[in-house]
């Protein structure tokens, strides 16, 4: 399902298959996803994790999620988590963001016809 906010949503792709869309506007940005997922990486990091565990543990997640049956529907916490996992992976340059096959796809609004194109 895609969630779609005033300015538009992002959307998750992980091995071609959509796992997580989050909405965009009220004061929620690309770049606030992009500083959310990198304070949780600073914050695993000084927890002692080291960059290999992390990336293992979020390929993990993101498999969980895509693989999984769902026992009960996502809340909004767990996929702002998730995205903030597909963004690390991202970050560390284990997805590209814009993949044929995973990453990120951004969708803005869509625009309301002209008034001439109305008539």
């Known amino acids: 399902m895609i969630y779609e906010g005033s300015e538009g949503s992002v959307n998750g792709y992980f091995k071609k298959k959509l796992i997580v869309s989050r ?17 949780v990486l600073i914050e695993a990091m000084r927890d002692g994790n080291d960059l290999r565990k992390i990336k293992k543990l979020c390929i993990q997640t993101l498999k969980n999620f895509r693989y999984d049956e769902l026992v009960k529907q996502p809340n909004s916490e767990d996929r702002d988590f998730v995205l903030f996992t597909l963004l690390i992976l991202i970050k560390l340059r284990v997805v590209k963001e814009d993949g044929d096959q995973e990453g990120l796809l951004v969708m803005g609004k869509k625009k309301s016809k002209r008034d001439c194109e109305n008539h």
């Not at 909405?23 to 304070?39: F, H, V």
């Open 23 to 39: 909405p965009l506007g009220d004061g929620r940005t690309l770049e606030e996803y992009k500083n959310e997922a990198q304070r």
